[in-house]
Structure formats: C-alpha cells, structure tokens
C-alpha cells in the first residue's frame, strides 16, 4: 500500500438512525416478477454540455441472472450494469457500478467505482458492499494522489428495511415511471460518508420531450438524497414503459440525454388457447382407416383362432361352465362365474362348489 494510507473499521448500530417510510416499504414487498422482466432492456444516452456540445456517454442494462450464495442453490436475482464517462473542462470523470440486485430490490453485492483525472491530480474512489451472513459489509479504498484511505462500515440488516443503493435505485426509477408514485415515498441510502440517510422520490409531472424527430410525452421524477452535509438531487424524465430519456444533477453543467427513440418494452399478451370443435369422426368414410380396421379385425380373428386350436381344453371349459349356468340359473351370474372359475386356481383352499346359488357368496357385500 502506498505511503500514508489509513485504514478505519466501525460496526455501526446507532440508537437512532433514519428508517424508510411505509410507503417505501410496502412499494418494495408490491413488486412482482412481471414487473421485474419489464425493466430488464438496456439503454445509452449521451452526456451533453448546457451548450449542447457533446462530452461522453451513459448506459445502463438490466438482466436476469443467478448469484452465487453459500446454500445449496444460487439465488435467482438481477445483475444491473451502469456506466456514466464525460470529459467536462478538459478533465475527464466516470463512474461504474456493477450489482446483483434481488427479486425483492434488496443489494446482495454492488461494486462502485468513480474517478476523476486533474492534471498532476487523481481522485480514484471505489466502493464495495456485500451482505456477509446478517451483516452488510461495505469496505471502500479512496486513492488521492500518493495518498490512500480505506475505512469499512457493517450494518445490521434488521436496521436496513427499505434500503436502496444507486444499483437498485435504477430499477425503482423504471419501475416508478410504469405507476403513480405514492407520497412520502422515503427508502434509506448512504450518504459520501458511508453514513444512512433518507432517499426520497417525488413525480414531477409530465412534460413534451423532443427525441430524434418526434416530440414525446416523458415523466419526470426528482430523486434527493438528504444528507446532513451534502444534500443532492437529480431530475430524470422517463419514457412510459421506463427508459430515460434525461438525466441531470442539479447544480451539474452535464446532461444525459436519449438522441434516438428506443423500441419500447410491453407486457407480453399471452395468444388464446385454440378452441377445437368436436366432430364425429366417421372413420368408415376414409378408405384408409377403413381399410386398417379390416386389417386389424382379420389379424385378430387368425389370432384368436390360432390360440382356440392350441388350447382345445378352453371349448371344453366353456361347454362346463355354460352347462353348470343353465342347470344352476342363478340370480348373480357375475358371482357365479367367479366361483367357478376360482375353484381351477392351485392358490385357492378347497371348498364347496357352487355355493353361490344356495348359501351367500363373500364376493357379495350383504351389508348393503
């Protein structure tokens, strides 16, 4: 490590820190798997200067994925890319962000990392959180010059209900532009001091945007993160179905801005199911199905035929059994029969024949 580093570890559990609104809360438990796949596209925008000159580029995407976890099974989630470079006053600045965020917009990992080149002068700042068994641990090295400062935090995950990092902030924002969004919508981020905070969201209303030749309706919505030393607030304007066609940091000279208009996403409409009609089916009108069932009937009779000279006894059997029927008549010819027929089976004890037609049968059930 270079010289005059400094390294700062705190588990932090203050008696008192912000908590998210309920309105937060009950936004994130609301959240189904069809909304999640609505935000999973990607996006670029371009990073324009007040005088419309050209200074770099923003993207963004989101797609499914799974992330690998100490149990048995990877959890399903979504891993959110987003990358932001311009070049403002000859001084080039960027920042990247790579998370997986779960199905319920919790931040399982998310890897910050932001720079800005000054000559003779570099700020290189990267930020790692992670959930660490009940814990979230954040660690982040901040390199200035020759000099290096690391510090770490770790949070309770009972003191983190709602929490929001910029990696699912960028899912909230897709998903807010699709609804109404509700008042006191308050959730908890960190602050440039690693420290907790309130992040709110409030709808700026719509407004005409021109992208590409088109002028379309877009929706704004103003995010502000309410720290004690520096508060900051972004405005951004949303297609319908969620992609950003403005970005801006207030106070910034730089604005990201969509030049083209995007394919947009929508709900997928299931087809119906076929309804087939049932219809007779007279087979003895097709000449081929008519023709097999003849095939069929012929093979079955040379079959059978074939088995009845193999096995003359069964005639004798039959004429048996016919002649013990006619002399016995019983009401149960179904019984009688079986009676009859089970006294040639070897696993069967001895017994009176024919008892059918004089006493009760047990294959009867007399209690009904």
Request: proline share 5%.
């Amino acid at each position: 490590m270079a010289s005059g580093g400094t390294t700062k570890v705190e588990i932090c559990e203050p008696p008192e820190q912000p908590s998210a609104s309920p309105e937060a809360l009950e936004f994130m438990s609301s959240v189904g798997l069809d909304e999640l796949r609505l935000c999973q596209f990607s996006e670029s925008l371009q990073s324009l200067s007040d005088s419309f000159a050209e200074l770099g580029s923003f993207t963004a995407s989101v797609q499914s994925t799974y992330y690998e976890q100490d149990g048995p099974e990877d959890q399903q989630c979504l891993l959110v890319h987003i990358s932001s470079q311009s070049t403002v006053d000859d001084v080039p600045c960027g920042s990247a962000i790579t998370a997986y965020i779960s199905l319920q917009l919790e931040t399982l990992e998310q890897h910050h990392h932001e720079f800005v080149k000054l000559k003779g002068h570099s700020l290189d700042k990267k930020t790692h959180m992670r959930r660490q068994g009940d814990q979230m641990a954040i660690s982040r090295v901040i390199t200035e010059g020759q000099q290096v400062h690391q510090d770490a935090k770790s949070y309770d995950l009972t003191s983190l209900p709602g929490f929001v990092s910029e990696a699912s902030n960028l899912l909230i924002m897709r998903l807010l532009a699709r609804k109404t969004i509700p008042q006191n919508l308050d959730f908890l981020t960190l602050d440039a001091d690693l420290n907790l905070c309130i992040c709110s969201y409030r709808d700026l209303g719509c407004q005409p945007q021109l992208i590409g030749k088109d002028t379309v309706e877009v929706h704004g919505i103003e995010r502000a993160i309410h720290s004690d030393d520096l508060p900051i607030t972004w405005q951004c304007y949303f297609l319908p179905d969620g992609h950003l066609t403005s970005l801006v940091q207030v106070g910034s000279p730089v604005t990201m801005k969509i030049t083209q208009m995007p394919i947009l996403s929508e709900p997928e409409e299931e087809d119906p199911k076929p309804v087939f009609e049932k219809k007779p089916l007279n087979w003895e009108e097709f000449a081929q199905l008519y023709s097999q069932f003849l095939e069929r009937k012929e093979e079955l009779l040379s079959d059978h035929e074939t088995y009845l000279r193999r096995h003359p006894e069964l005639k004798a059997l039959l004429g048996d059994f016919m002649q013990f029927l006619l002399l016995r008549k019983p009401e149960d010819v179904v019984t009688f029969a079986a009676e009859f027929f089970r006294s040639f089976s070897s696993a069967q004890e001895r017994s009176e024949t024919f008892r059918s037609s004089v006493i009760s049968s047990p294959f009867r059930d007399e209690s009904k």
